[in-house]
């Protein structure tokens, strides 16, 4: 079945390259059908990219025998130059998410054998290191278990459809052959065809890459459904779809080939990669996405591809993880060069690596024609929205979020007493970008900052706050070091009209105005469950915190959602909450706020000056609309 599938949509491309008019090339699948069907392939590059690598000095390979369990078998061989103890690591993180993951939890029946194949003694220094005794220089054998059922953390799962590997989570490294080529040989059910970002090794199962990095940088997934292959100026690309949904592969690929053209307005070529491979996972519960060197694997819930909303959300993100390939990929924050696996690796720029890929994804589908103006004004609009209403952007700023991110708090606390990287350093970075193109006369803005970094960074990869600071001098002739201070070291301040204003747009906010308590809730069974409270909002000042259970509004039983119920109230009116808190029942006043009832919205202002017009296109790089043309399309 599966099989027929990925058959089916080969043949759909293959037809399309046919009658194709198409400005893009697409490819076939570079398989005989024949030899698919009798497990054999054809990879005529194969040999040649063997050879580039037929010197690894540690070779891995993983057999999937029982993946209905979710285990792998590693076998990892490598010599030892010297006799002594030597350490065997798994890193506790991986690349792309800032928090300690604790990996080497997945590791079992873990054993070293030297050239005769007798056992060394081996004991745990730490969490995630393996001390071997090694009597005498020679080749050893490594064997372990790996057991990988945490799709969500997208490091690793194996079940009977497919085997998601990120090195990360499953091989060992040694400090010496860090740096050394690597091998991977898979062993896996023989239906399942094998892709990654590294480069194929002498079968379709084996990949090999030039250092453990490139490999814990590069994941494999294993089992795929559907695939889809395109080449745009001289990059070959892939899409790889596992699991079933209501998306339709043959559009999202043509639409990624039309997102990956985009990224020349931020970097001209030539490109960090010379192929790229879109991972898709389309799942039930599991959603998300990371980048890496050059690949990306994006989670997301099976029957959400189908409405606008969710495909834009798709493309929005392939985009994100598109832009990383050059923004924290080609180059990074310097504390993250080389990365330290097995240890946080504070920062305080991970508000560009992350915050500005935010605010450079929606841009490249603008660019594209992926998404219209409205739809990028919406966005936009919501995140002026938030960004007013949240407490923790008085009190934190990006410079010290990104530095926390790897104690990353949630609930409650996180919004009244933190910032986000991602939409506060996407804040900032709009900041930055209007303040370069108002200093440059329209010159140079943040894209041009960016631009830099990857022509002065892209080869040795770490660059530095102050490195950001001096390009933006020499593209605009300001000085930005106060300005940092200001919105990067400090809470931001910003009055996103004003921005929105240069380049001829505006905020509309409805003059009419509904109840509102600050709380955020969902209702289920008769209880609205609180799970968070706005510092200083209505319900901050009536004592509701997180977790409490409200079950009446003035001693009526809740039957619909608190909003609901509200709606029968105004701004200013007094009503009794009752809830339950850890089990106690508990009442309280609140008088209610107000909020505008309705969507806040961005629109082009009615006469535009040739100076707001300009802005626009220097920002955005498409025109201002008209601001009469209704569709704004
Ligand atoms: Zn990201």
Same mark, same amino acid.
């Given at each position: 079945m599966q099989l027929h599938r990925f058959i089916s949509a080969a043949v759909i491309l293959l037809g399309k390259m046919r009658c194709s008019a198409m400005s893009k090339r697409w490819f076939q699948w570079n398989i005989d059908l024949n030899s698919f069907n009798h497990g054999r392939w054809l990879w005529p590059a194969v040999l040649v990219l063997f050879s580039t690598y037929a010197t690894a000095q540690t070779q891995y390979e993983i057999r999937i025998t029982q993946p209905e369990h979710h285990v792998a078998d590693i076998q990892m061989q490598f010599t030892a130059d010297n006799a002594g103890p030597l350490a065997l690591r798994l890193p506790a993180w991986r690349s792309g998410k800032y928090q300690i993951l604790d990996l080497a939890?997945?590791? #079992?029946?873990?054993? +070293?054998?030297?050239?005769?194949?007798?056992?060394?003694? $081996?004991?745990?220094?730490?969490?995630?290191?393996?001390?071997?005794?090694?009597?005498?220089?020679?080749?050893?054998?490594?064997?372990?278990?790996?057991?990988?059922?945490?799709?969500?953390?997208? +490091?690793?799962?194996?079940?009977?459809?497919?085997?998601?590997?990120?090195?990360?989570?499953?091989?060992?490294?040694?400090?010496?052959? #860090?740096?050394?080529?690597?091998? $991977?040989?898979?062993?896996?059910?023989?239906?399942?065809?094998?892709?990654?970002?590294?480069?194929?090794?002498?079968?379709?199962?084996?990949? +090999?890459?030039?250092?453990?990095?490139?490999?814990?940088?590069?994941?494999?997934?294993?089992?795929?459904?559907?695939?889809?292959?395109?080449? $745009?100026?001289?990059?070959q690309y892939e899409l790889v779809i596992w699991g079933q949904g209501n998306f339709n592969g043959e559009t999202m690929a043509k639409d990624l080939a039309t997102l990956v053209q985009q990224a020349d307005f931020i970097w001209p070529q030539p490109r960090p990669y010379q192929r790229y491979v879109f991972i898709v996972h389309a799942t039930d519960q599991a959603r998300g996405a990371t980048e890496h060197l050059n690949s990306t694997v994006i989670q997301k819930q099976r029957f959400s591809f189908a409405n606008r909303?969710?495909?834009?959300?798709?493309?929005?993100?392939?985009?994100?993880?598109?832009?990383?390939?050059?923004?924290?990929?080609?180059?990074?924050?310097?504390?993250?060069v080389p990365y330290n696996y097995a240890a946080p690796n504070y920062s305080r720029l991970l508000w560009v690596s992350e915050g500005s890929t935010s605010y450079f994804q929606n841009i490249l589908l603008l660019k594209g024609g992926l998404m219209?103006?409205?739809?990028?004004?919406?966005?936009?609009?919501?995140?002026?929205?938030?960004?007013?209403?949240?407490?923790?952007?008085?009190?934190?700023? $990006?410079?010290?979020?990104?530095?926390?991110?790897?104690?990353?708090?949630?609930?409650?606390?996180?919004?009244?007493?933190?910032?986000?990287?991602?939409?506060?350093?996407?804040?900032?970075?709009?900041?930055?970008?209007?303040?370069?193109?108002?200093?440059?006369?329209?010159?140079?803005?943040?894209?041009?900052?960016?631009?830099?970094?990857?022509?002065?960074?892209g080869k040795t990869t770490a660059f530095t706050a102050s490195d950001m600071q001096s390009i933006a001098k020499d593209l605009t002739g300001h000085d930005f070091s106060a300005w940092w201070q200001q919105h990067i070291e400090a809470p931001l301040r910003m009055e996103p009209s004003k921005l929105l204003q240069s380049a001829g747009l505006e905020l509309k906010v409805p003059s009419k105005q509904k109840a509102s308590t600050g709380i955020s809730s969902q209702f289920k069974d008769g209880v609205e469950s609180v799970n968070k409270v706005r510092r200083d909002s209505a319900a901050w000042r009536a004592g509701l915190t997180s977790d409490d259970q409200i079950i009446a509004v003035n001693a009526l039983q809740l039957k619909a959602p608190l909003k609901e119920r509200l709606t029968d109230f105004k701004p200013g009116d007094k009503i009794n909450l009752s809830f339950f808190r850890q089990g106690r029942l508990q009442h309280t006043?609140?008088?209610?706020?107000?909020?505008?009832?309705?969507? +806040?919205?961005?629109?082009?202002?009615?006469?535009?000056?040739?100076?707001?017009?300009?802005?626009?296109?220097?920002?955005?790089?498409?025109?201002?609309?008209?601001?009469?043309?209704k569709t704004s399309k």
């Open positions: 939890n997945g590791v #079992r029946y873990l054993k +070293v054998m030297d050239a005769q194949g007798k056992p060394l003694s $081996v004991e745990k220094s730490d969490g995630h290191t393996w001390q071997v005794d090694v009597k005498q220089a020679g080749a050893l054998t490594v064997t372990y278990q790996i057991y990988a059922n945490q799709l969500d953390s997208r +490091v690793r799962h194996i079940d009977e459809t497919h085997a998601y590997i990120n090195a990360s989570g499953y091989l060992l490294y040694t400090d010496a052959l #860090r740096l050394a080529p690597v091998r $991977v040989q898979l062993h896996v059910p023989s239906a399942w065809r094998s892709v990654s970002g590294m480069s194929q090794g002498e079968n379709p199962h084996q990949f +090999v890459a030039a250092n453990y990095d490139v490999l814990a940088d590069s994941p494999i997934e294993s089992g795929i459904h559907e695939a889809y292959k395109f080449e $745009v100026g001289q990059r909303a969710g495909y834009l959300e798709f493309l929005s993100t392939a985009s994100h993880e598109l832009v990383h390939t050059w923004n924290v990929k080609a180059y990074r924050p310097s504390e993250l219209t103006p409205k739809e990028y004004y919406q966005d936009l609009a919501k995140r002026i929205v938030r960004f007013g209403q949240l407490p923790g952007a008085q009190v934190q700023s $990006v410079a010290e979020s990104s530095f926390d991110s790897w104690i990353s708090l949630a609930g409650d606390h996180a919004d009244n007493f933190s910032v986000n990287i991602y939409s506060e350093g996407y804040m900032a970075s709009w900041l930055l970008d209007h303040d370069m193109l108002s200093a440059s006369a329209l010159k140079s803005g943040y894209r041009h900052l960016h631009q830099q970094l990857y022509s002065r960074f006043e609140l008088e209610l706020a107000g909020e505008p009832d309705g969507e +806040v919205q961005i629109v082009p202002v009615a006469k535009p000056t040739k100076a707001q017009r300009q802005f626009h296109l220097a920002w955005l790089g498409i025109p201002l609309p008209d601001a009469a043309d």
